[in-house]
């Protein structure tokens, strides 16, 4: 097929466009920078404007795309809440809107867990129903909105199905596993109630495989959301422990209480938003919110079993794998 991704500068969208070439698909590909996927033809633009969308499916003397990939988002932790809208919400139905005028026939609508997760304990569940109104800060609710725009699509002319990857990590990712060496570089990662949540995580090759799968199964598995994990959940603690020994920096030890936690984190988004202290502080993500203290601090695993059948999948690397691969990235040439 012909089949256009969206956000294939992005950690997931390189390694989902790498498979898609990889499966003998041609790809294109949307995003304001080049996505730098060998074998791709880089359309560069915003999903939120018509026109390069348009352009994008359209392409050229190749043909119309026939399926679409839609990953493109605005994802933090505490931004400019019209920019969520903006991007996740308009951006999604920019893409469905041009996507049904020009004959797609499979929409696969990346989507996200927190679209469900209403600060309770996620324990065993498959995909919860997605809830804008109980969703948990700015990215989740608007991304719960454009999931549920996207299945509303849902027709025999163009199936849609949603693909919900749980905390993708891997080397290379500069959004979490970066982030968490740096902190824990410098002493700055708590552990919340001794980091016993229980929780799902999916390595990198093993999300983008699932996203593929349900493009090849939109036919029988359209109309529904899917979670997809590595189905092997482990405690925060030893998540985190795992991730710093293989960059060689010393796992976090320090415990505070998860309710002090989530209080200091909506402390620190308030702060956050006040004038420039975003940009004093080199314009990075806040070291805390109320959302990120309550993924810490909360279960959130998930039942494979709904997933792996409709999309006739199942994930190849391993948790203890993907920590052996992200310490041969951080391994100097010269030792290996």
């Given at each position: 097929m012909i089949v256009l991704v969206t956000g294939a500068s992005g950690f997931l969208g390189r390694a989902v466009a790498a498979e898609l070439v990889a499966a003998g698909h041609e790809v294109r590909t949307l995003q304001r920078r080049p996505s730098r996927v060998a074998g791709v033809t880089d359309v560069l633009g915003s999903i939120t404007d018509p026109a390069r969308v348009a352009l994008a499916i359209a392409g050229d003397s190749s043909g119309s795309a026939e399926a679409v990939v839609h990953l493109a988002a605005k994802v933090s932790l505490a931004r400019d809440p019209d920019d969520f809208r903006r991007v996740n919400v308009e951006g999604t139905r920019t893409m469905l809107d041009a996507a049904e005028q020009a004959g797609v026939s499979r929409f696969v609508q990346v989507s996200s867990p927190s679209v469900a997760h209403t600060g309770s304990s996620l324990a065993g569940v498959g995909a919860e129903p997605a809830s804008p109104e109980h969703a948990r800060g700015d990215y989740?609710?608007?991304?719960?909105?454009?999931?549920?725009?996207?299945?509303?699509?849902d027709s025999a002319a163009m199936r849609v199905l949603a693909v919900r990857p749980h905390i993708v990590w891997g080397p290379g990712d500069t959004q979490l596993i970066e982030r968490i060496v740096e902190r824990a570089r410098r002493g700055r990662v708590p552990l919340l109630s001794g980091g016993r949540a229980l929780i799902d995580t999916t390595y990198v090759d093993?999300?983008?495989?699932?996203?593929?799968?349900?493009?090849?199964?939109?036919?029988?598995?359209?109309?529904?959301?899917?979670?997809?994990?590595?189905?092997?959940?482990?405690?925060?603690?030893?998540?985190?422990?795992?991730?710093?020994?293989?960059?060689?920096?010393?796992?976090?030890?320090?415990?505070?209480?998860?309710?002090?936690?989530?209080?200091?984190?909506?402390?620190?988004?308030?702060?956050?938003?006040?004038?420039?202290?975003?940009?004093?502080?080199?314009?990075?993500?806040?070291?805390?919110?109320?959302?990120?203290?309550?993924?810490?601090?909360?279960?959130?695993?998930?039942?494979?079993?709904?997933?792996?059948?409709?999309?006739d999948w199942a994930p190849t690397v391993s948790i203890d794998e993907g920590l052996r691969r992200l310490a041969a990235h951080y391994t100097p040439p010269s030792a290996r």
């Open positions: 989740a609710r608007t991304k719960a909105e454009a999931e549920l725009l996207a299945l509303a699509r093993n999300a983008a495989s699932a996203i593929v799968a349900a493009l090849h199964r939109a036919d029988a598995a359209h109309g529904k959301a899917y979670v997809v994990t590595n189905g092997e959940p482990r405690p925060v603690a030893d998540l985190l422990a795992g991730i710093c020994l293989a960059a060689g920096v010393r796992p976090p030890h320090l415990s505070v209480p998860a309710a002090l936690g989530r209080a200091a984190g909506s402390l620190v988004e308030r702060i956050w938003a006040l004038p420039g202290v975003a940009a004093r502080a080199g314009g990075d993500e806040p070291p805390m919110t109320r959302f990120l203290a309550e993924q810490l601090s909360t279960a959130h695993w998930f039942d494979q079993r709904e997933t792996r059948a409709a999309l």
